[in-house]
């Protein structure tokens, strides 16, 4: 058993549910202190966050993920104890296999080996973990990066762990996501009985056709890393219960995965808000709106996505592609700190479902593609000075 793959089965074991971290972030930091990293335990509400830092000069890479895991669901469903690891047929079985705690031990073994080799190279090695990421993530990575940036410290490099793999691993690299907005819609009319049209006003027929402005519009037509925006309905919510009843209000939530602006292409989260603002007032609609903003990010080419392509290439034979597809991740904050920010990681085909799992054999080559993507950017750097 391979030291990484004994430290995933390890972390697996913890039953990190959301936001509960179950001594994942202090197993990993018994591996760190000895290599000579300082350890900042930063907490906050009722979530437990790490930074870790070794070195003080750059370039400093920063290797950053979550211990935390979503609820296992049925365990009746699972073939085998979702905290129990279990290798089967060459597979890892364990809820947080994926996403992400295979990646958490390839950072530590990597990041092991690298300095046993290295012991004195050039720029600094980080780390951030978090155990509110699969929840409301109010009091993780985007806290702790607000305490960095606080102090006026910044990241040259960060590699976020996320299963990023589409149909085999080292296939997809994210080297960006798109911002996320939401909204909730309150459409107001007047609520009456069915049988007296004249007497009311249904606000789900006064709001359909601006709903068909929206599903008609083309926001944008997306950029050279972002496919166009997208608007989708998520809910609508109405009525008494009462088949006699028109309500009185609607309530829609709706959401844009939206291409950023980049090179006069795409769009922002101002220009959204105006153009829904501007259809709903063309109806002449009686509502309220709130709003709800998730950050995009974007990491062009340049010396983080070279190397670790490079590394992808000699660890796993492949060519990885470069995507900005997906949900929202820790990225979008680190990003307020960081200009190079990318996230790859295992397969992703089983995050989040029953019987979550990973090839054993992609193991030593995730934990091989981030130590060569150190070996580019920091021997490199060793060069220079």
């Known amino acids: 058993m391979s030291k990484t793959l004994e430290?995933?089965?390890?972390?697996?074991?913890?039953q990190s549910n959301t936001p509960e971290d179950a001594g994942c972030q202090e197993l990993m930091i018994?591996?760190?202190?000895p290599l000579g990293f300082n350890i900042?335990?930063?907490?906050?509400?009722?979530?437990?966050?790490?930074?870790a830092r070794r070195g003080t000069t750059a370039?400093?890479?920063?290797?950053?993920?979550?211990?935390?895991?979503?609820?296992?669901?049925?365990?009746?469903?699972?073939?085998?104890?979702p905290f129990e690891p279990t290798i089967k047929d060459g597979m890892l079985y364990a809820r947080g296999a994926a996403d992400m705690k295979t990646s958490l031990a390839a950072f530590i073994t990597s990041i092991e080996e690298f300095i046993a080799e290295n012991p004195n190279h050039a720029g600094s090695i980080?780390?951030?973990?978090?155990?509110?990421?699969?929840?409301?993530a109010v009091d993780g990575t985007v806290k702790v990066v607000e305490a960095l940036k606080a102090r006026g410290e910044h990241f040259d490099y960060c590699i976020v762990g996320e299963p990023t793999s589409n149909k085999v691993v080292g296939d997809m690299i994210k080297n960006g996501r798109r911002g996320s907005l939401s909204g909730k819609l309150t459409v107001k009319g007047v609520q009456g009985h069915i049988a007296y049209p004249h007497l009311v006003k249904n606000p789900i027929h006064l709001v359909a056709p601006a709903i068909k402005d929206m599903v008609e519009t083309v926001w944008d037509n997306g950029n050279e890393y972002f496919p166009p925006t997208s608007w989708q309905i998520s809910n609508m919510n109405g009525g008494t219960g009462a088949t006699n009843v028109v309500p009185g209000e609607v309530e829609i939530l709706f959401n844009f995965r939206f291409c950023p602006e980049l090179n006069g292409a795409g769009s922002t989260e101002a220009n959204l808000k105006e153009r829904?603002?501007?259809i709903l007032d063309q109806h002449a609609l009686n509502y309220d709106l709130e709003w709800e903003y998730s950050p995009p990010y974007i990491t062009p080419r340049g010396n983080l996505v070279d190397a670790i392509e490079e590394a992808i290439q000699i660890a796993y034979g492949i060519k990885p592609e470069l995507s900005t597809t997906g949900g929202t991740s820790d990225g979008r904050f680190i990003a307020d700190i960081c200009k190079q920010v990318i996230e790859f990681g295992p397969l992703n085909a089983t995050i989040h479902k029953l019987n979550e799992c990973v090839g054993v054999a992609d193991i030593e080559p995730l934990k091989e593609t981030y130590k060569l993507t150190m070996e580019k950017l920091l021997l490199a750097a060793d060069e220079r000075r």
């Open 126 to 136: 980080g780390l951030l973990i978090t155990s509110d990421e699969e929840g409301v």
């Open 40 to 51: 900042e335990r930063m907490r906050f509400g009722n979530v437990d966050n790490f930074y």
């Open 30 to 33: 018994s591996r760190l202190e």
């Open 276 to 278: 829904v603002h501007s």
């Open 7 to 14: 430290l995933a089965i390890d972390l697996l074991k913890r």
């Open 59 to 81: 370039p400093l890479i920063v290797f950053a993920g979550h211990t935390d895991v979503v609820p296992t669901g049925p365990l009746d469903k699972w073939h085998t104890p």
